[in-house]
């Protein structure tokens, strides 16, 4: 590598010629490639705003200007250009680099992002502190079009002052995740629809200026002319009713296009939007024809065309799309997640009955309680951690109402390459909240199909969540309670004991985190039992049954949040249940006591959470 072995922060690309610049662009894109097809990450995203990035960095100093991404899936050219390049191996890893922006990694990310259409809210709160504090300083936005589909954007930009030196970027590609959709990606496709008009305003503006006494007045007849006349022939421009100067578009993949409208609007002293069209997945032909299968890849997966492995998402969707084959008021709603949530076959067989709200999971709720309101069965299909971007939603619009909306919620559980922003450990802990949402965690593809298929077929009359991980299910728990091996407590619960003679110790637990529990009593032997609750809640029947039985000692194990969540719910009930009576067992609840840890170099995300095998059995001795 040429150059990119020799950049330490952003200043070394400032003197960059244009043939240099085009050969570093080429660099970052095969180390890009090399990296991200090995160790996974976001691909297409990053190969699309390479020379965007470069632009920026040339024409603004971080960490003096504030540099804020959207989601944040596609800094990691930003990262390269920051004095990270050398640890860019690490990406993703346990102990690297974060797949996003990470404040404590580096004073150039201005702001930790993981989710879509926060970022201008967080750009407009660096820019007013920046002008009450008297700083000269730039707060640079970047977004995709994707994250307009989201409200958040719409509310800042309604909060948006003209005098502020703020720069809002716009990377127009298209493409969210799957295609956008909805009248704001209508809105610029009109707006791209005339760069012609553009190029002329700019040519006669110079000129104008050029003029002696007359040619500054002239100018601003003009441009209120040329507004009444463009609002007549255009209509009107969505940024410039909100006060703020538009530019553009441009090419976002021509570094000296996007540098001169950069140092234009740095110049004009006030809140810009710079609209730059790009392709994602430019530089790499796989990615340019389907950006779509490459906006996320998996480490170590062939980039040759081949069938996708069965996941819970894929098991999932066909599940789905054959019961709507048969249930004419079953609906579907994804969040911009057709792909990652394996709604395509649905959408394909059933295009009227799926619903893509783009990146707004609040919409998608009440949206969704409209549907259930009015006749239909509505299944969100969503990741667990944008589910809490629509808890009021589910409280006030669906389960106050006590409306039958199905709640698939992918991505359960710890996930460890995306980190904490992405951590699925919060979904159970709001639902019971609700003191009437049914909640399900199955733990193979047939328990999945299973309560799918009798939640669709008997139209329940209250909400219920049907939650499950990410990738495959787990060889070791189907092993473990293979259909001769285990035995039933009630509806959704097995236990790997005779029900009516449980060892002196139980473990409760649910999800793929049974594989723990299944290492601890192979330590333990004999003595110890397991209880697997695909049934989550409500727990009644299952704190019954331990009342009746009272084991010696029980463990409650949870890959979720401690705090409110289920193992402490249920460790509470049972104390309760039992009352005063003196042969209550000693309980010990295991779940997350710190939910944003990090697992450093050789650790798994278990024992940094020390939730695996070898933490349990030493608190259990202790």
Known sequence: MAYLEHITSPKDIKTLSEEQLKALCAEIRQTLIRQVTSGGGHLASNLGVVEMTLAIHRVFDSPKDHVIFDVGHQSYVH????????????????????????????????????????????????AQADRLQGNDSYTVVVMGDGAFTGGMIHEALNNCRHDLRLILIINENEMSISKNIGHFAQQLARLRARPGYLKTKSAVGNVLECLPLVGKPARHGLSRMKKALKNSLYGSNYFENMGLKYLGPADGNDIGEVEAL???????????????????????????????RYHAVQPQKSTDTEEQPTTFSKVF????????????????????????TGLVLFGAKHPDRLFDVGIAEEHAVTFAAGLAANG?????????????????SILHDVALQQLPVLFCIDRAGLNAADGPTHYGIFDVAFLMQAGNIEIWEPTSYGGLQEVLKKKCNEMPSHPCAIRYPSGKESALVNAHFSSDKQRLITDG?????????????????????????????????????????????????????IKQH???????????????????????????????????????????????VSPQKGQTLLQAMKLDAAHILAEIKA
Request: a positive charge.
């Open 550 to 596: 009272k084991p010696e000692r029980l463990l409650i194990l949870e890959e979720g949040i401690l705090q409110g969540g289920w193992a402490v719910n249920l460790a509470e009930a049972i104390r309760e249940a039992i009352g005063n009576d003196a042969q209550i067992p000693a309980l010990h609840v295991f779940a997350i006591r710190t939910p944003f």
């Open 262 to 292: 950069l140092r234009r609007a740095k110049e004009s002293g006030r809140a810009c939007v710079l609209h730059l069209k790009t392709v994602k997945g430019k530089g790499y032909e796989p990615a340019m024809q389907a950006p779509d």
């Open 493 to 545: 619960v097995l236990c790997d004991f005779d029900p009516q003679t449980p060892p002196k110790t139980v473990i409760l637990t649910a999800g793929r985190i049974c594989e723990q529990a299944i290492r601890v009593k192979e330590k333990l032997g004999e003595s110890c039992g397991i209880v697997l609750m695909q049934k989550l809640y409500p727990f009644d029947a299952v704190v019954a049954y």
């Open 79 to 126: 990262k390269l250009l920051t004095g990270r390049a050398a640890e860019f191996s690490t990406l993703r890893a346990p102990g690297g680099l974060s797949g996003f922006p990470k404040r404590e990694e580096s004073p150039h990310d201005a702001f930790g992002t993981g989710h879509a259409s926060t970022s201008l809210s967080a750009g407009l709160g660096f």
């Open 317 to 340: 969707g066909e599940t789905l799309t054959v019961l709507a084959d048969e249930n004419k008021r079953l609906c579907a709603i994804t969040a911009a997640m057709k792909h990652g």
């Open 376 to 392: 239909y069965l509505p299944v969100v299909a969503v990741y667990s951690t944008f589910l809490q971007r629509a808890y009021d």
